[in-house]
C-alpha cells in the first residue's frame, strides 16, 4: 500500500506562486513514477507533470515553463513549483503514483489540493 498525501494549495492572485508537495509513505520502494494532475469545475482530470525516480519529467504542453516538478526520494516527496499562476490554473490539484508489483497494476492517488487563482 502507498499513501499520498498533497499540500501546499491554496488562493493566490494571479501572477503569484506556489509550491504542491506529494509525500509518499507506506510501500514507497514500488513508486518509480509520480504525476500531478489537476481537474478544473467541469472538466476532465488532465495531467500537469510528471518524474521518475531518476528524474526523467514531462510537461504538459500548456505549463511548459510555467511548472517545474522536482523529487526529493529521500524525503518521498514530490514538488511542483507553479509560477506566473493564472485563473485558469484553478483545480484541485492530485498526485499520483502508478505500481506494478507481483502482477497487480496499482495506481495511488493522494486526496488533493485546492488551487485557487484571482484575478
Known amino acids: 500500500q502507498v499513501q499520498l498525501v498533497e499540500s501546499g494549495g491554496g488562493l493566490v492572485q494571479a501572477g503569484g506562486s506556489l509550491r504542491l508537495a506529494c509525500a509518499a509513505s507506506g510501500s514507497t520502494f514500488l513508486i518509480n513514477t509520480v504525476g500531478w494532475y489537476r481537474q478544473a469545475p467541469g472538466k476532465q482530470r488532465e495531467l500537469v507533470a510528471s518524474i521518475t525516480r531518476g528524474g526523467n519529467t514531462n510537461y504538459a504542453d500548456s505549463v511548459k515553463g510555467q511548472c517545474t516538478i522536482s523529487r526529493d526520494n529521500a524525503k518521498n516527496t514530490v514538488y511542483l513549483q507553479m509560477n506566473s499562476l493564472k485563473p485558469e490554473d484553478t483545480a484541485v490539484y492530485y498526485c499520483?503514483?502508478?505500481?506494478?508489483?507481483?502482477?497487480?497494476?496499482?495506481?495511488?492517488w493522494g486526496q488533493g489540493t485546492q488551487v485557487t487563482v484571482s484575478s
Open positions: 499520483n503514483a502508478p505500481t506494478y508489483y507481483s502482477d497487480t497494476y496499482t495506481v495511488y
